[in-house]
Protein backbone atom coordinates (compact mmCIF):
# COMPACT_ATOMS: atom_id res chain seq x y z
CA UNK A 1 0.00 0.00 0.00
CA UNK A 2 1.44 3.61 -0.53
CA UNK A 3 2.43 5.84 2.10
CA UNK A 4 0.12 8.84 1.51
CA UNK A 5 2.41 11.06 4.24
CA UNK A 6 5.18 11.08 6.49
CA UNK A 7 6.97 13.28 8.91
CA UNK A 8 10.29 12.67 11.20
CA UNK A 9 9.68 13.81 15.03
CA UNK A 10 11.91 17.18 15.73
CA UNK A 11 15.12 14.75 17.69
CA UNK A 12 15.00 12.55 14.72
CA UNK A 13 14.24 9.56 16.65
CA UNK A 14 10.69 8.74 15.83
CA UNK A 15 8.61 9.02 11.28
CA UNK A 16 5.35 9.26 11.11
CA UNK A 17 3.66 7.42 7.91
CA UNK A 18 -0.26 6.89 7.43
CA UNK A 19 -1.50 4.77 5.18
CA UNK A 20 -5.32 5.19 4.38
CA UNK A 21 -6.41 5.73 7.37
CA UNK A 22 -3.70 4.55 9.78
CA UNK A 23 -1.23 6.17 11.02
CA UNK A 24 2.50 4.29 12.11
CA UNK A 25 4.83 5.57 14.47
CA UNK A 26 8.18 3.87 14.12
CA UNK A 27 11.58 4.40 15.42
CA UNK A 28 14.19 5.75 12.94
CA UNK A 29 16.82 3.92 13.86
CA UNK A 30 15.01 0.38 13.04
CA UNK A 31 11.88 1.25 10.91
CA UNK A 32 10.89 -2.47 11.47
CA UNK A 33 10.15 -1.25 15.43
CA UNK A 34 6.36 0.02 15.37
CA UNK A 35 6.31 2.03 18.81
CA UNK A 36 2.13 2.61 18.16
CA UNK A 37 -0.01 2.46 15.45
CA UNK A 38 -3.44 4.75 14.81
CA UNK A 39 -6.05 2.86 13.86
CA UNK A 40 -9.69 4.09 12.61
CA UNK A 41 -11.00 1.42 14.37
CA UNK A 42 -10.44 2.58 18.21
CA UNK A 43 -13.34 4.48 17.60
CA UNK A 44 -16.13 5.89 15.71
CA UNK A 45 -14.47 9.10 15.73
CA UNK A 46 -11.55 8.22 14.48
CA UNK A 47 -10.55 9.26 10.15
CA UNK A 48 -13.25 8.03 8.05
CA UNK A 49 -11.37 9.21 4.76
CA UNK A 50 -7.69 8.47 3.99
CA UNK A 51 -5.19 10.74 5.89
CA UNK A 52 -3.16 13.29 4.22
CA UNK A 53 -1.15 14.79 6.36
CA UNK A 54 0.96 14.31 9.17
CA UNK A 55 2.66 16.49 12.11
CA UNK A 56 4.82 15.82 15.12
CA UNK A 57 4.53 18.56 17.85
CA UNK A 58 7.64 20.56 18.41
CA UNK A 59 8.43 18.37 21.41
CA UNK A 60 7.39 14.86 20.45
CA UNK A 61 4.54 14.30 22.46
CA UNK A 62 1.78 14.85 20.00
CA UNK A 63 1.15 13.35 16.33
CA UNK A 64 -1.40 15.66 14.37
CA UNK A 65 -3.06 13.85 11.83
CA UNK A 66 -5.17 16.11 8.60
CA UNK A 67 -7.53 13.87 6.45
CA UNK A 68 -9.59 13.87 3.18
CA UNK A 69 -12.71 13.83 6.38
CA UNK A 70 -11.76 17.21 7.16
CA UNK A 71 -10.70 16.03 10.47
CA UNK A 72 -7.82 17.34 12.24
CA UNK A 73 -6.94 14.68 15.45
CA UNK A 74 -4.00 15.33 18.07
CA UNK A 75 -2.84 11.98 19.28
CA UNK A 76 -1.13 11.30 22.37
CA UNK A 77 2.32 9.10 21.94
CA UNK A 78 2.36 8.50 25.82
CA UNK A 79 -1.74 7.38 25.84
CA UNK A 80 -1.26 6.17 22.50
CA UNK A 81 -4.93 7.41 21.78
CA UNK A 82 -6.70 10.24 20.10
CA UNK A 83 -6.65 13.57 23.01
CA UNK A 84 -8.59 16.12 20.25
CA UNK A 85 -10.58 16.08 17.66
CA UNK A 86 -10.88 19.38 15.99
CA UNK A 87 -13.92 20.03 13.12
CA UNK A 88 -14.47 23.22 11.51
CA UNK A 89 -13.29 23.00 8.04
CA UNK A 90 -15.39 21.73 5.35
CA UNK A 91 -13.13 19.84 2.70
CA UNK A 92 -10.15 18.18 3.02
CA UNK A 93 -6.80 18.85 5.10
CA UNK A 94 -3.97 19.63 3.21
CA UNK A 95 -1.35 20.91 5.90
CA UNK A 96 -0.82 21.00 9.73
CA UNK A 97 1.57 23.31 11.61
CA UNK A 98 2.18 23.79 15.40
CA UNK A 99 3.44 27.32 17.15
CA UNK A 100 7.06 26.44 18.88
CA UNK A 101 5.11 26.05 22.41
CA UNK A 102 2.93 23.43 20.63
CA UNK A 103 -0.47 25.06 21.98
CA UNK A 104 -1.85 26.46 18.67
CA UNK A 105 -2.22 24.21 15.93
CA UNK A 106 -2.64 25.96 12.39
CA UNK A 107 -4.54 23.40 9.74
CA UNK A 108 -4.78 24.48 6.34
CA UNK A 109 -7.76 22.96 3.94
CA UNK A 110 -9.73 22.58 0.56
CA UNK A 111 -12.35 25.09 1.38
CA UNK A 112 -9.45 27.86 1.39
CA UNK A 113 -9.27 28.32 5.33
CA UNK A 114 -6.66 28.72 7.81
CA UNK A 115 -7.93 27.84 11.04
CA UNK A 116 -5.92 28.52 14.63
CA UNK A 117 -6.86 26.28 17.25
CA UNK A 118 -6.55 25.95 20.61
CA UNK A 119 -6.19 22.41 20.08
CA UNK A 120 -5.97 21.25 23.95
CA UNK A 121 -9.36 22.98 24.74
CA UNK A 122 -10.97 21.70 21.19
CA UNK A 123 -11.80 25.11 20.45
CA UNK A 124 -11.24 27.26 16.69
CA UNK A 125 -9.51 30.66 17.80
CA UNK A 126 -9.06 32.02 14.73
CA UNK A 127 -9.67 32.26 10.98
CA UNK A 128 -8.20 33.68 7.64
CA UNK A 129 -9.91 32.38 4.56
CA UNK A 130 -9.50 32.83 0.28
CA UNK A 131 -12.77 33.53 -1.85
CA UNK A 132 -12.51 30.55 -3.54
CA UNK A 133 -9.17 28.59 -3.99
CA UNK A 134 -7.23 25.55 -1.75
CA UNK A 135 -5.03 26.37 0.74
CA UNK A 136 -2.11 23.54 0.12
CA UNK A 137 0.43 24.36 2.63
CA UNK A 138 1.07 27.05 5.52
CA UNK A 139 4.30 28.05 6.97
CA UNK A 140 5.50 30.82 9.16
CA UNK A 141 6.97 32.45 12.27
CA UNK A 142 4.20 31.38 14.11
CA UNK A 143 4.91 32.91 17.15
CA UNK A 144 5.94 36.51 15.93
CA UNK A 145 2.13 36.15 14.25
CA UNK A 146 3.69 35.41 10.61
CA UNK A 147 2.16 33.31 8.17
CA UNK A 148 2.89 32.46 4.91
CA UNK A 149 0.28 29.88 2.47
CA UNK A 150 0.57 28.82 -0.82
CA UNK A 151 -3.10 28.45 -2.96
CA UNK A 152 -4.15 26.00 -5.39
CA UNK A 153 -4.63 28.81 -7.99
CA UNK A 154 -0.65 29.85 -7.90
CA UNK A 155 -0.89 32.43 -5.23
Not at 48 to 59: A, E, G, P, Q, Y
Not at 124 to 146: P, Y
Request: hydrophobic letters at 40%.
Amino acid sequence: LPISCIDISPDGSLIASCINRSCYIRTSQNFNNLVVRFNPHDSKLLHTKDIKVVRFSKLSKYVVTGGEDAKIIVWSLSRKSACSILLGHREMIFDLRMDSNGRILYSAGADGQVLAWNWQKGEMIGCIATESTAITNISGMFDLERLCVSCADGT
